[in-house]
C-alpha cells in the first residue's frame, strides 16, 4: 500500500478547482503522489502514515513557473546591466556568460530551485540556451531532480550571431544546426516523459527572433510535434523586438510565429508585452499559452504586458520569474503580488486583477500552459500532491485574518512553510529538505566570483 500523509485543520484551503471551492477548516488526504480527497476536516480521514497539523496556515496548489533562465542566478545585479533595457542589458551579459561551465550551470539551476521552492513554487520550466564550454541540458536536468521540483526542461538555442544579423557575438553561436536540431531530438528520447504525473519533460525552447534563423524555428516546430513535446520561445518582448522583426521579417512578432508553426496548444511565448490586439487574438484563436513575467518587464523597462486583455479574449496566462538577472529575484509569490499590481497600474483599473486571478495565474493558469491542466495547478482528488502551506501568523500578515488568502498576495510574500511535491515533503517549517542552504549559497557565490572574474 501507498503511504499515507494527512494535511489536516488548515484555516483554509484553496483548491482553485472549478468551483474555486475556499473550504475553511479543511484537509487533504494524500495516497503516494496523488490528492485523494479534500474538504472540511470532518469529512476526511483524521489518521494516517504522517498528519500535519495545518492549524494556523493557508494551503494552496503548488505555484507553477512557466519561464525561466537559471543560469542567470550566478549574475544578479551586475553594475553594466542594472540600469539597461532588454537589447543594451543582453549585450553587457552575453561576454560574461560566455565563461559558464557545467559545474556553474548546475550550482545556478540549485540554487533557482531552491529559491523558487521556498517561495512556494512546485512546478518550473527552465529555458536553457547557452551551450558553451561542454554544458548540456543534462546539468540542468541532474541538478533539478537533487532538489525534488517538478521540473520542464526547455532544450534552447542561440544560432544567429553578430556576422549575420543577430544580437549575441558569434562566439556563444551553435553554428549547426542540424547538430542543434540532433541534440533536442535525443535529449527528447533521453529524458521526456509523458506521463500526466510526470517529474521531468523536455522542452523545444529556441530563444528569439533576434538569437535563432527562421529556418531553426520552423523545423524545432515540426521537431516538437512530431514527439508530442511543449514549444517555447520569446515574442514581443519589448519595442526593439517589435522593431526587429519588421526590419528583418516584414511582420510583426506574433505574424511571424504563426509564419514559422509556432502557434497551438502546445506552445506558448515569453513576455508579450507588446502584443497586439491581432495577435491576442491569434493566441487566443489558435490556444497559444503566454507566460507573463511582470518583475523582469518591469526591471529592463520593457513596458506592461496587456494580461486583462488577454486573458478577457481566452489566452492562457501563466506566471514566469524570468532569468535572475533580470528579476534578481526567484520568488513566484512575489511574481503573483507584482502581476496584481502592475495589471493595475496598467490600466489604471482596481479591477484590472484581483489577488485571486493573480494567484490563479500562479497555479491553474501555469499548468494550463504548460500543458499539464489534467494533473496539476489544482487541489482537487485525482491530482498531483503538489501543495503548499502558508502561515497566517507570520509579521507580514499581521492585522489581514479577514482573508488570508487575498493576504498572500496583497502583502509581503512570505516564506512557504509547508511544501509537497508529488507528494513527498521538501519543505518542513520553512526549512529546505532536498539541500543544504549554507552549502548551496557558498557555492554559488564562488563560482559566481569565478564567472564575473
Known amino acids: 500500500m501507498s503511504k499515507t500523509l494527512l494535511l489536516k485543520n488548515a484555516t483554509l484551503v484553496a483548491t482553485m478547482d472549478d468551483r474555486k471551492r475556499e473550504i475553511a477548516g479543511g484537509s487533504v488526504f494524500i495516497r503516494g503522489s496523488r490528492i485523494e480527497a479534500v474538504g472540511p476536516a470532518a469529512e ?21 513557473n512557466t519561464h525561466h533562465h537559471m543560469f542567470q542566478s550566478l549574475t544578479r545585479v551586475l553594475p553594466a546591466a542594472q540600469d539597461a533595457e532588454l537589447f543594451d542589458w543582453l549585450s553587457a551579459l552575453f561576454p560574461v556568460w560566455a565563461r559558464l561551465t557545467p559545474e556553474m550551470a548546475r550550482a545556478a539551476t540549485r540554487t533557482a530551485v531552491a529559491e523558487l521552492m521556498l517561495s512556494g513554487c512546485t512546478t518550473a520550466m527552465d529555458q536553457a540556451y547557452l551551450y ?36 549575441p557575438p558569434d ?24 506521463a500526466p504525473d510526470a517529474m521531468t519533460r523536455v522542452v523545444v525552447a529556441p530563444s528569439s527572433p533576434f538569437t535563432v534563423t527562421r529556418e531553426l524555428m520552423i523545423e524545432t516546430g515540426k521537431l516538437a510535434r512530431a514527439y508530442g513535446v511543449g514549444m517555447h520561445t520569446h515574442t514581443a518582448e ?14 510583426t512578432p506574433t505574424e511571424y510565429a504563426e509564419e514559422v508553426g509556432w502557434v ?31 518583475c523582469s518587464n518591469m526591471r529592463l523597462a520593457s513596458g506592461l ?32 503580488r507584482q502581476a496584481m499590481l ?6 489604471e483599473n482596481p479591477g484590472a486583477m484581483t489577488a485571486r486571478e493573480a494567484l490563479e495565474l500562479a497555479t491553474r493558469g501555469g499548468a494550463e500552459v504548460l500543458g499539464r491542466s489534467d494533473a496539476l ?15 497566517t501568523d507570520d509579521i507580514a500578515m499581521a492585522g489581514a485574518q479577514t482573508d488570508p488568502l487575498a493576504a498572500l498576495v496583497f502583502c509581503t510574500p512570505p516564506r512557504v512553510a509547508y511544501s509537497i511535491i508529488n507528494g513527498r515533503l521538501v519543505v518542513e517549517r520553512g526549512g529546505l529538505l532536498t539541500g543544504e542552504l549554507p552549502t548551496l549559497i557558498e557555492d554559488h557565490n564562488r563560482l559566481a566570483a569565478e564567472l564575473i572574474g
Not at 564550454?133 to 526542461?153: C, K, V, W, Y
Open 44 to 64: 476526511l480521514p483524521d489518521t494516517a502514515d504522517r498528519v500535519i497539523d495545518l492549524t494556523g496556515h493557508v494551503v494552496i496548489p503548488g505555484l507553477i
Open 132 to 167: 558553451v564550454n561542454g554544458i548540456q541540458l543534462e546539468d540542468s536536468i541532474q541538478a533539478a531532480r537533487e532538489m525534488g521540483i517538478r521540473f520542464h526542461a526547455g532544450r534552447g538555442a542561440i544560432s544567429l550571431g553578430q556576422s549575420k544579423g543577430g544580437l
Open 171 to 194: 562566439s556563444l553561436v551553435e553554428a549547426d544546426e542540424n547538430a542543434i536540431l540532433s541534440d533536442m531530438q535525443r535529449v527528447i528520447e533521453a529524458h521526456n516523459d509523458a
Open 238 to 251: 519589448n519595442r526593439k523586438d517589435v522593431d526587429f522583426c519588421r526590419e528583418v521579417y516584414n511582420m
Open 264 to 294: 497551438g496548444e502546445n506552445t506558448w511565448h515569453a513576455h508579450c508585452v507588446k502584443l497586439d490586439d491581432a495577435g491576442i487574438a491569434l493566441f487566443a484563436r489558435t490556444g497559444t499559452g503566454v507566460a507573463h513575467c511582470p
Open 305 to 336: 504586458a496587456p494580461i486583462r486583455k488577454m486573458r478577457d479574449a481566452g489566452v492562457k496566462v501563466g506566471l514566469g520569474v524570468d532569468g535572475s538577472a533580470s528579476n534578481d529575484s526567484n520568488n513566484l509569490l512575489d511574481e503573483a
Open 342 to 347: 502592475s495589471a493595475r497600474v496598467r490600466d
Open 377 to 391: 495547478g489544482r487541489i482537487q482528488a485525482g491530482y498531483c500532491a503538489d501543495i503548499v502551506a502558508f502561515r
